[in-house]
């Protein structure tokens, strides 16, 4: 096992790729490995090809004639191939990588989410590695996933409980399922971060017809279990004189995506909720800056970080209930019985003839992210997670 004063040689797995806008597993990976690399020590990132060729920001860069390697800050991505399949594209990816990860000597091997958990047992019994898994969340229980899937996902899960040498969780909420379904000892509370960027006025964002405070903001993967569908029909019925954005992608629910899409033209909304689809990271921090209101209806999260992005730009936020939501929120914000339209649309009434109430929030959701989710203070914990002595 490392000493703690050593430089470490750490491989990633199990994401997407960055840096981009993908998701939590893919921004936790972004940020601390990034800042790994800063404090002197040697870490790889296992990325799909397709992710970086079609994602990948200007800062990455090819060495030499490398195709299969880019560095980014630092840190040195290693893209492979994967089957771009909904059910495929994670476990391939991960066993490939796995797999190639056997050719280089390694301190700390550490998988993110449950599905690439699945590969812990071969890294644990034949790697002298300090083996490390990270819960996102329960991926088991989205809804795009059929029987077959939640029963690889689950054994996923079971193998981050006991195939690793320390386990960590996004949430005090995981952390305690896995201390009550597993009995677990090592296993620790390690929440996402958030970067504390400056306001942008509105410039590139523009482009979609909006004004500052004039909107309300969805920003997110389009997936049904982030409920972006209850938002329209929230909308749809009070009809505010303000428009809805929703921002963001998907890479396999592009049906549901056309669903809400056709919803809206029907209602004949479709000059006043706005789908923008993937947005820069510029973007993204315009529309934050700029929103009347931030609305996330889950269903299902880890710790939601677009909800600190949110309230680390001072912004207002009404989220569904559910226990990830209230834990990201603390004293700040608005909750609504998650599912319920009536009640969101309650909710969100009452914020929209309410703007005292909006702007209230601001300083509140500022303090709460710079106390609580500092990136440099959740390096600092990952950082001994890597090093401390196992009993």
């Known amino acids: 096992m490392p ?28 940020q601390t490995a990034t800042r790994l690399a800063a404090r002197g020590h040697d870490v790889t990132v296992y990325c799909r090809r397709y992710v970086l060729e079609e994602w990948a920001k200007p800062e990455v860069e090819t060495p ?5 390697l880019r560095t980014y800050r630092g840190v040195t991505l290693k893209l492979l191939p994967t089957v771009r399949s909904k059910h495929l594209d994670n476990i391939l990816h991960t066993i490939q990588a796995t797999v190639d990860s056997f050719g280089r000597r390694y301190d700390v091997i550490h998988y993110h989410s449950m599905g ?18 990270t819960a996102h969340g329960l991926d088991w229980t989205r809804a795009k996933w059929g029987g077959f899937a939640k029963g690889v996902i689950h054994a996923g899960e079971y193998c981050s409980a006991h195939f690793a040498h320390v386990t960590t969780t996004v949430s005090k909420a995981l952390e305690q ?8 000892r090592h296993v620790y509370y390690l929440p996402t971060g958030v970067e504390m960027n400056p306001s942008r006025k509105l410039d590139k ?61 029907e209602a004949g909304l479709d000059d006043q909720i706005i789908f923008t689809g993937f947005v820069t990271d510029e973007e993204m ?10 609305v996330l209806p889950s269903e299902i999260e880890g710790l939601p970080h ?18 990830a939501c209230r834990e990201a929120l603390g004293e700040c914000g608005y909750t609504f019985r998650s599912t319920d339209v009536d009640d969101l649309t309650k909710q969100l009434a009452r914020l929209v003839e309410n703007p005292d109430l909006v702007r209230a929030e601001h300083d509140k959701g500022i303090a709460r992210v710079k106390r609580e989710y500092d990136w440099e203070k959740v390096t600092d914990r990952l950082e001994q997670l890597y090093t401390m002595p196992l009993a």
Not at 116 to 133: E, G, I, K, N, Q
Not at 177 to 184: A, M, T, W
Not at 285 to 294: D, G, R
Request: with cysteine; glycine share 8%.
């Open 177 to 184: 399922y896995y201390k009550d379904k597993y009995g677990k």
């Open 3 to 30: 000493a703690a004063s050593q430089r470490l040689r750490i491989v990633m797995l199990g994401i997407r790729g960055f840096p981009g806008s993908l998701g939590g597993a893919e921004n936790f990976s972004e």
């Open 64 to 68: 030499g004639r490398l195709g299969h």
């Open 285 to 294: 921090e315009e529309l934050f800056s700029n929103a009347y209101l931030y």
């Open 306 to 323: 677009s909800l600190l992005q949110a309230l680390s730009y001072g912004r207002c936020v009404l989220a569904s209930d559910i226990e």
């Open 116 to 133: 690439p958990c699945l590969l812990l047992p071969v890294a644990y019994w034949t790697r002298r590695a300090r083996v490390v898994a």
């Open 205 to 265: 964002a523009r482009r979609w017809g909006i004004e500052p405070e004039r909107y309300i903001l969805f920003l997110s993967r389009i997936t049904p279990e982030k409920g972006a569908h209850y938002l329209v029909e929230a909308y749809r019925r009070i009809r505010p004189p303000m428009k809805l954005v929703v921002a963001g992608g998907t890479m396999f629910e592009q049906s549901y995506t056309d669903t809400l899409r056709r919803s809206v033209k």
